[in-house]
């Protein structure tokens, strides 16, 4: 699961760097729980958790079903 979880990160990932941010996966849990950094202008940005659960949780959840949440930490 982590795998796809990283792939799907690669995609997402030059939106990202295109605003100044980025997103480090911390870890992919057994009970289905993502969690990830977000870094660069992306973790102090007002807007960073429509960020987190609109696109990058949407995204993850639709391509890895296994997926339950993305939190940010």
């Given at each position: 699961?982590?795998?796809?979880?990283?792939?799907?990160l690669e995609k997402i990932r030059p939106q990202l760097l295109a605003?100044g941010g980025d997103v480090e996966l911390v870890s992919v849990g057994?009970?289905?729980?993502?969690?990830?950094?977000?870094?660069?202008?992306?973790?102090?940005?007002?807007?960073?958790?429509?960020?987190?659960?609109?696109?990058?949780?949407?995204?993850?959840?639709?391509?890895?079903?296994?997926?339950?949440?993305?939190?940010?930490?």
């Amino acid at each position: 699961m982590e795998e796809k979880v990283i792939a799907v990160l690669e995609k997402i990932r030059p939106q990202l760097l295109a605003d100044g941010g980025d997103v480090e996966l911390v870890s992919v849990g057994q009970d289905g729980v993502v969690k990830v950094k977000l870094t660069g202008a992306c973790g102090c940005c007002p807007m960073s958790q429509m960020t987190l659960k609109s696109g990058i949780e949407r995204l993850i959840k639709k391509e890895v079903p296994e997926v339950k949440e993305v939190v940010s930490v």
